[in-house]
Structure formats: C-alpha cells, structure tokens
C-alpha cells in the first residue's frame, strides 16, 4: 500500500494567530527584522496595473464593480488593441515602474483571445519591464502558452479565508482559484496571489487567509493586500458602505502585512487597493513592517490610486528608493 505524503504546515493557525496577538510594536519589530534580511532596506518597487478590459464579468465577487450584476454604472469594454497596451506600458516606464500587470474582467479568457494576450506580453518584456496578468482562471494549457510567452508573473487572488470565501463570491470555489494557482506554478510562471481586508470578516478569517497563502506547497512570490475600497452597486459597497465595517482599522491593517512579511520572508509584499486613503503614517508603518511593493498610477483598474506625483513625494519624505529593473 502507498505512503501517503506527509504534509507539513510551515505556519499552523495558531502560530499564524499568536503573531497577530503580539504586541503592535514587537509584531512590526520582527518583521522590519526579517524584511531585512530578505530584502534591500528602504527600497520599494512600483508597479503599474492596467485594465485591458474592463466590465461585463459573469462572476459575483462581492466587491468588484467589474461584475456584470453590479448597478455601478461601469461600461463594459472589449479587449484593447495590443499597440493601446504598448503605449501605457511605455508610460508606466517613464514613470518609474518596473513591472507591468495587465487585468481582464473574465471569468477566463476564452482562446480565441490568447494571441492578442501574447503579443501584449512579448510587447511589454521587450521593453524590458516584468510581466504579469490576470485573467481569471486557466486551463494548465493556456498557463503554458502564458509561460512560452515569457510571462514573469500570474496574478490570482484567493482573497479571504476559505471559511469565509463563500460569504463573498459563489461563483466559483475556493478550490477554483487554488486550481489556477497550481496550473500557473506547474507551467513555471510565477505566482502572485493575496486577498482583500476589511469585507466583514473576522480576525480569525485574516489568520486563515495568511495560513493559506504561507502553506502552499510554493508561498506566492507576490503578495498583494488589498484594503476593500466600498463600491455602490457592489453587494459588499451597498452592505458596508455606512459602516464602520468599511474600513479596517489603520493598525490592523499594518499587522496583516507584518504577519505576511515573517510567514513569506521571501515574497514581495504589496500595497494594493486602498492605499489613496492610507494616511502617510499609515503606509511608513507598512513599509517598516515588510511591505516592499506599490501599484503607482491614477487608476486601479477602475477604481482611483494615489498616484505617481504622491508617491514621488511620499518616498522622498520617507528616505524610499524606487526599485531598480532586475
């Protein structure tokens, strides 16, 4: 009879728990320790994210403005023309980022758009910025057509804990997403996946979400925290919108990218969605904590973004360097 594999948590819950209980101080303390011992100190890299179509998805993620049933007002778009794509991309690089991320509104890319999305990819490492983008779910055979491509990095976010996925999206699975992520990592793209905080969900859901994230059999290379930005006309924006629930609390908020920095010392840790209403306190406190990437721009996707004039002014009060191109 076979042995069964044993697997091993390299972080259980309750460690993952014991890290958020510890004192705010001590918890940033450690993981401005590890960030530096893994990483370059006070050097952050930008990233700019692009929306290559937008609107009309027939997913029903609770938070997104793009979902066909949202009464947001958000006009469905087609794909865009790949030179469109080269254009921004060669703005982004004016601008100073070094990667460039490319997001569709699709459940999954049908394959009759897969050599538009290859050429943007070709395009953009030509240019020699880093790649990444996020299309919803892949067959393992368009995750290898991604990979011949020369894409850099997938983006496929689990978003929240799976005890408290369902209460967000029931359109596809936990075990959807966790699908993708394997048939992105076995084509030997890179992984990039986070999640959203401040969706109602409990600490504990915060715990699980970095416990799934820290034991995959690879943690993502990539890992994007995202503060939920309440839409109207999304089910989450119309539920939490008049809440204090809307919002995570600034500390909170800082402890989960610490407790993500010490369970992925490696992964490059970014602040996502919601930063343009992060005071300047609060995002020196995330960048002490671990946190080693932005989204820099106007706009994410579609929703408003610091950008790059703000960031330019932030880094130069922090005594941060933009990121060199590897």
Request: aromatic share 4%; net charge negative.
């Amino acid at each position: 009879m076979p042995i069964e594999p044993q697997v091993i948590e390299r972080w259980p819950r309750a460690a993952i728990a014991e890290l958020y209980d510890l004192p705010f101080t001590e918890l940033v303390f450690r993981a401005a320790e590890v960030h530096r011992a893994n990483h370059p100190a006070n050097q952050v890299q930008r990233s700019t994210l692009l929306s290559i179509k937008t609107g009309g998805c027939p997913e029903d993620c609770g938070y997104c403005n793009q979902a066909a049933g949202a009464e947001t007002g958000l006009k469905a778009t087609k794909l865009m023309d790949v030179r469109a794509v080269m254009q921004a991309a060669a703005e982004a690089k004016d601008n100073g980022s070094t990667r460039f991320c490319m997001g569709a509104a699709w459940r999954n890319p049908k394959d009759r758009d897969m050599p538009a999305i290859v050429q943007m990819v070709q395009g953009v490492r030509q240019m020699g910025m880093e790649t990444c983008m996020t299309l919803g779910m892949l067959t393992p055979r368009q995750a290898e057509q991604l990979a011949e491509a020369g894409l850099d990095y997938y983006n496929h976010n689990i978003d929240t804990s799976p005890e408290h996925y369902a209460k967000v999206i029931t359109t596809r699975t936990f075990g959807d997403r966790l699908d993708t992520l394997d048939a992105v990592r076995a084509a030997g793209i890179n992984v990039c996946s986070g999640g959203i905080v401040g969706m109602g969900e409990a600490r504990s859901d915060r715990v699980g979400f970095i416990h799934a994230l820290a034991n995959l059999p690879t943690p993502p290379e990539s890992v994007p925290v995202n503060a939920l930005v309440p839409v109207k006309g999304t089910p989450l924006g119309d539920m939490l919108a008049d809440t204090p629930m809307a919002k995570i609390d600034d500390i909170e908020f800082v402890r989960t990218v610490a407790v993500a920095r010490i369970t992925m010392p490696s992964s490059m840790v970014r602040l996502s969605a919601g930063r343009e209403s992060m005071s300047e306190a609060t995002q020196a406190l995330c960048f002490l904590a671990g946190a080693n990437s932005i989204f820099t721009g106007d706009k994410l996707l579609t929703t408003g973004n610091a950008g790059d004039d703000a960031d330019s002014a932030l880094f130069a009060k922090l005594g941060l360097t933009a990121m060199a191109a590897a």
